[in-house]
């Protein structure tokens, strides 16, 4: 019983922990990102 619980809670916890770009963050796709870090000259990582 203490592992279902268990389970049941990870699983709740686990549900509210999307994670997200805030609103109004700029958020752009992995190849955008890339091509404007490779124009700018700036290092991804």
Do not use: E, H, I, Q
Not at 30 to 43: D, H
Request: contains cysteine.
């Amino acid at each position: 019983m203490k592992t279902l619980l268990l389970s049941a809670c990870l699983f709740w916890a686990s549900a509210l922990a999307w994670a997200g770009p805030r609103k109004g963050y700029p958020c752009v796709d992995y190849n955008t990102g890339l091509a404007a870090a490779r124009t700018s000259g700036k290092p991804v990582f």
